[in-house]
């Protein structure tokens, strides 16, 4: 049986005079990945801002996230506790100089640093996460001194370490170069298919799209310079 995920039902979100989600509606079942394809602007990260709590237009529409609506009760935890994240703005977020592993640990208290002591089991299943990402080799070095690449798949292990049910992936390959992109692409089929994690992945590259994904949510723009959101299998 399928779980329903995330639903949006008409959703729109204005800035003045300004459109950038119209009337869109959404549903996300257990079991699918999907990509989210659309130009710079057309309102992909706003619609990821209604999922992660950072939007406050979220309680002004019809959107319900792990079966309860939001606004009715839920904190900004429950919701960082269920979802992992990987963009570019918090990957520079982490300016302090700690180590790689410390990283991949912080997912554990969504913490950008890691300010709390860490259980045995914890310290276990991040390193099978390293290792299963190939990024074992990193994890004594300090974060800052990895290349940008490097830092992006630390970031990976850190969103999967407590297992959520969703991972959202924000132009995950941006800023890379040919060999980190497919390493990033790589790694993401391995969470794809050896995990009950399901991805969100947003680009608006049409050839970066991972073989693990099942469904699209595409931004077209319109002649009148806003954009149609419609659905597709993959």
């Known amino acids: 049986m399928q779980i329903i995920t995330i639903i949006m039902k008409n959703v729109t979100i204005k800035y003045e005079n300004t459109t950038v989600l119209d009337n869109v509606s959404w549903t996300m079942r257990s079991g699918e990945n999907?990509?989210?394809?659309?130009?710079?602007?057309?309102?992909?990260?706003?619609?990821?801002?209604?999922?992660?709590?950072?939007?406050?237009?979220?309680?002004?529409?019809?959107?319900?996230?792990?079966?309860?609506?939001?606004?009715?009760?839920?904190?900004?935890?429950?919701?960082?506790?269920?979802t992992g994240m990987i963009s570019s703005e918090l990957q520079i977020r982490f300016r302090k100089p700690i180590t790689a592993f410390e990283v991949v640990l912080s997912g554990f208290f969504d913490s950008v640093g890691l300010y709390r002591d860490y259980t045995s089991e914890q310290k276990e299943t991040a390193e099978q996460w390293v290792e299963i990402l190939g990024v074992a080799d990193k994890s004594d070095r300090?974060?800052?001194?990895?290349?940008?690449?490097?830092?992006?798949?630390?970031?990976?292990?850190?969103?999967?370490?407590?297992?959520?049910?969703?991972?959202?992936?924000?132009?995950p390959c941006q800023g890379l170069d040919r060999t980190n992109r497919q390493r990033i692409l790589d790694a993401i089929e391995v969470?794809?298919?050896?995990?009950?994690?399901?991805?969100?992945?947003?680009t608006h590259y049409p050839h970066e799209i991972p073989a693990c994904m099942t469904r699209m949510l595409l931004f077209e723009e319109q002649h009148d310079g806003g954009y149609a959101v419609t659905q597709r299998n993959l």
């Not at 990509?35 to 959107?63: F, H, R, S, V």
Request: glycine fraction near 10%.
């Open 34 to 82: 999907w990509i989210i394809l659309g130009p710079n602007g057309c309102g992909k990260t706003t619609l990821l801002n209604l999922i992660t709590g950072d939007n406050p237009q979220a309680y002004a529409n019809e959107i319900y996230l792990f079966g309860q609506r939001r606004g009715s009760g839920e904190s900004i935890w429950d919701i960082k506790r269920r």
């Open 142 to 171: 300090v974060f800052n001194q990895l290349s940008y690449g490097e830092q992006r798949m630390q970031l990976l292990a850190r969103s999967m370490v407590k297992v959520p049910r969703i991972l959202i992936l924000d132009e």
């Open 191 to 202: 969470v794809g298919h050896q995990s009950k994690t399901n991805i969100i992945y947003v």
